[in-house]
């Protein structure tokens, strides 16, 4: 999974030349999580509650990088 997320990070990057690029993740995910930080993204947000689900409401995290600390801190 990692390989494909660098290639796809790569991408954005370089390709469509973003400034910044984040994820949304489920705060209880911790493999999603672990990875995302593997790769040098961040925790920038916690949203308790702010999404439906069919049995209550789902937390959200987000997670950033900006261009350059990816190419800086290229992994």
């Given at each position: 999974a990692k390989e494909g997320v660098k290639a796809v990070m790569d991408f954005l990057f370089m390709s469509l030349l973003k400034h910044r690029v984040f994820a949304s993740v489920d705060p209880l995910n911790g493999p999603s999580i672990r990875l995302l930080e593997s790769l040098g993204m961040r925790k920038e947000a916690h949203f308790v509650k702010s999404y439906r689900l069919?049995?209550?409401?789902?937390?959200?995290?987000?997670?950033?990088?900006?261009?350059?600390?990816?190419?800086?801190?290229?992994?």
């Open positions: 069919s049995d209550g409401w789902g937390d959200d995290a987000i997670y950033a990088i900006l261009e350059e600390e990816w190419f800086n801190g290229k992994i």
